[in-house]
Structures are given as structure tokens and as C-alpha cells.
């Protein structure tokens, strides 16, 4: 049995059920810490994009990339990651990146 999705927007919730719109954020802006992904480290497991709440995860084929706009910086992609690809940064190292 093939379980298709019905996206509403490209960041949903784990826990929704895809019939109605959720409250998108953008937490960007109060962020005090970010993920960094070690590209070498990842085996594409995919369980930080599963596990992340605001399902900020794009998936670039090969890696997940961290939507800055919309990650809280919770770190739950860097505690579920087996491999430790991700690892959480302070936001005061990245003030002069836009």
C-alpha cells in the first residue's frame, strides 16, 4: 500500500494530519542556536528531517538542508542524528552571514 501525501505547504508538522493549514512561523529571527551539517558525516538517513517540528528539512538529494527562515534552533536534528552530522553553533558566530 502506497500512502500518498497531501502537502499543503512544504513545512508540515510530523504530528498533522494534512487537512488543515498549520501555523507557520517565522522563528528564524529569534534563533540562539543553529545546526550545522557535516556533509562527510551523513548517510542521508533522513531522521533529522523526520524529527524536526516546524519540518524545516529540504531534502537535496543527497543531505537535508536546515531552513534558517523557519529552524528554532531546538537541536532535536542534532540529538536524533546517529551519525552527528549535525551539530548546533551559536548564532553569534554567524551575525555578518545574512
Not at 502537502?7 to 501555523?23: G, H, R, V, Y
Not at 557535516?38 to 548517510?43: G, I, R, Y
Not at 519540518?55 to 536546515?66: A, F
Request: charged content about 25%; aromatic content about 10%; hydrophobic content about 30%.
Amino acid at each position: 500500500m502506497v500512502i500518498k501525501h497531501k502537502w499543503i505547504f512544504k513545512t508540515e508538522s510530523p504530528w498533522s494530519d494534512a487537512n488543515q493549514l498549520m501555523l507557520k512561523l517565522d522563528t528564524g529571527s529569534w534563533r540562539t542556536e543553529r545546526p550545522v551539517l557535516d556533509k562527510a558525516k551523513c548517510n542521508y538517513c533522513g531522521l533529522c528531517a523526520i524529527y524536526c517540528p516546524p519540518q524545516c528539512l529540504k531534502d537535496k538529494g543527497d543531505h537535508y538542508e536546515v531552513d534558517l527562515a523557519f529552524c528554532k534552533g531546538c537541536g532535536i536534528c542534532a540529538k536524533e542524528c546517529p551519525k552527528g552530522a549535525y551539530t548546533m553553533k551559536p548564532e553569534g558566530g554567524f551575525a555578518n552571514e545574512g
